[in-house]
């Protein structure tokens, strides 16, 4: 496979927009970072966590718009299931093996790949914070430890029965991958390759912050799927808000050229996958394809490509590797004639493709790259992508100017406010026990409970004098009555014990009460 298509830079037309625009939010970018930076870590958190969060979301995103504008980058969004190919499309579209420095299997981040002379990883949690990097293997174990705690932190967070909000339950999770390599086609073009969360995990909010991350922001996207997920209903679920956030829908179909079926005698036959993925997509049109794709498609929004990216990622590596002497080799005078011939043949060339394109791309999956590159190069060039690169620009800094009024709305500020004040309540209850504590430290205990102690001996006393005084009333009165009835000694015992029972009186002998009763008893 060979293929001269190149992502374009963006026109030069737009400099000018470009360099006055990025003039215009920097000064807003560094007063929302000193902003977000002074108020990170110094306010009570729970009642300003949800404006952090919103604001730092808010500064990222402004410091991708600045990039973006500044560089005049032209974003190419890859998407899809897990799996499905979207690192292989990468190493094709910019000829380098770019597999190992994106593969972060199921970590809900996005990946930027842009140029850079030698290789570099930058880490940006949701807290505002980077990581830099200079090789891949210590960015892979920060992932796996960010990883793990993020798990923790979600599953908590549905025990609570919440919403997992990143920014809130977990701000140091990493949010965005930024890597450098030295990639010759994206030096070219200008373009940064965007790698996302693979779709239907179980950390869904991957997939939310691709779509806030790029709302007015970027103008295509590329959606890869594998043939074996394509007739699966749930692989297109989310495609009717993809449609409605990009303007322009790349479908690159991965297929395998190398499958096979299996013969009624044993032996082996090319799969209609690989000998006909035609068929496979007209199956796909006709039966599968929602009205909302169909329309896409009618309107010219949405291009479906069946390409074998394995093989293809092949040949643009290997291509990128052979020396060009076979060029030195060809002498000037041939090269002439060549250049003339090639130039007379080229528009006999440009109309055969223009009628055969459909066709010759469906039927030849390797071939349907250079077409799907050369569709893509043409977009990223073309007026429209230009219009819509300044429209989303300035749409995108109109939402984040309000975004950031939101957040320090008056409803934000009022909550603070409440927040303030309950502390305010707190921190008094908490200043009138300590000084009540600090009162209570002064007083002298031996000499307030010396007089407690004595109140409570002279109460005693008195109690028992009292008590002694009724008691024996009584037991003189119950003795009175005995001599003038005919009851026993051991009557009137019983009557005596009713008394002292009454009285809570359980061994009146043992404190010297009613002697004189107990020695006319005993005689």
């Known amino acids: 496979m060979t293929t001269d298509a190149q992502f374009p830079s963006i026109k030069t037309e737009i400099s000018e927009f470009c360099e006055e625009f990025a003039n215009i939010l920097a000064p807003f970018e560094a007063v929302l970072r000193e902003a977000r930076e002074e108020v990170q870590g110094k306010t009570d958190s729970d009642a300003l966590q949800h404006p952090i969060a919103g604001i730092s979301d808010a500064h990222h995103r402004l410091e991708t718009l600045i990039s973006k504008v500044e560089e005049q980058q032209a974003y190419v969004i890859i998407f899809g299931?897990?799996?499905?190919?979207?690192?292989?499309?990468?190493?094709?579209?910019?000829?380098?093996?770019?597999s190992e420095v994106t593969s972060l299997p199921a970590y809900p981040c996005l990946v930027h790949v842009k140029y850079g002379d030698t290789y570099k990883f930058v880490a940006s949690r949701y807290n505002g914070e980077k990581l830099t990097y200079a090789d891949n293997k210590s960015l892979q174990l920060l992932i796996q430890d960010s990883h793990e705690m993020l798990a923790a932190r979600l599953r908590e967070a549905e025990e609570r029965g919440e919403e997992f909000e990143p920014g809130v339950h977990y701000p140091?999770?990493?949010?965005?991958?930024?890597?450098e390599v030295p990639a010759k086609n994206l030096q070219e073009s200008l373009a940064v390759l965007v790698d996302t969360p693979g779709l239907y995990s179980r950390m869904k909010f991957g997939y939310d912050l691709m779509t806030r991350e790029f709302r007015n922001s970027a103008a295509c996207a590329v959606f890869v799927v594998k043939t074996d997920t394509l007739f699966l209903e749930q692989v297109f679920e989310e495609f009717g808000d993809l449609l409605n956030l990009f303007s322009r829908i790349f479908l690159v179909v991965n297929v395998d050229s190398n499958k096979r079926d299996l013969e009624p005698d044993g032996s082996f036959k090319p799969s209609l996958e690989s000998e006909s993925p035609g068929e496979v997509i007209r199956a796909f049109e006709s039966l599968v394809m929602s009205a909302p794709l169909r329309k896409a498609a009618e309107e010219g929004r949405l291009k479906i490509y069946p390409i074998d990216l394995l093989n293809a990622a092949s040949a643009a590596l290997m291509q990128a590797q052979e020396p060009?002497?076979?060029e030195a080799e060809v002498p000037e005078e041939a090269a002439e004639t060549n250049e003339?011939?090639?130039?007379?043949?080229?528009?006999?060339?440009?109309?055969?493709?223009?009628?055969?394109?459909?066709?010759?791309?469906?039927e030849d999956p390797t071939r349907a790259f250079s077409v799907f590159l050369n569709d893509l190069t043409q977009y990223l060039n073309s007026n429209d992508y230009l219009h819509e690169f300044m429209g989303d620009s300035l749409n995108l800094g109109k939402r984040?100017?309000?975004?950031?009024?939101?957040?320090?709305?008056?409803?934000?500020?009022?909550k603070f406010r409440e927040r303030q004040a309950g502390l305010r309540r707190e921190l008094q209850e908490v200043q009138a026990r300590l000084n009540a504590i600090e009162k209570l430290?002064?007083?002298?205990?031996?000499?307030?409970?010396?007089?407690?102690?004595g109140e409570n001996r002279r109460g005693a006393e008195s109690f028992s004098k009292n008590l002694r005084e009724e008691t024996e009333g009584k037991a003189i009165q119950a003795l009175d009555n005995w001599f003038e009835s005919d009851e026993s000694l051991s009557d009137l015992q019983q009557k005596w014990?009713?008394?002292?029972?009454s009285c809570h009186i359980t061994n009146p002998w043992r404190y010297g009460w009613c002697s004189n009763f107990k020695d006319f008893i005993t005689g």
């Open 81 to 98: 299931p897990l799996k499905s190919g979207k690192s292989t499309l990468m190493n094709a579209i910019s000829a380098t093996y770019v």
């Open 172 to 179: 140091e999770a990493l949010r965005r991958i930024d890597v």
């Open 324 to 326: 060009k002497a076979k």
């Open 340 to 362: 003339a011939d090639s130039s007379d043949d080229s528009e006999v060339e440009v109309v055969a493709e223009a009628v055969s394109e459909t066709q010759s791309t469906r």
């Open 400 to 414: 984040l100017a309000g975004e950031i009024q939101n957040h320090c709305s008056a409803e934000s500020t009022g």
């Open 441 to 453: 430290e002064t007083l002298n205990w031996n000499e307030s409970f010396s007089r407690l102690r």
């Open 497 to 501: 014990d009713e008394i002292f029972e």
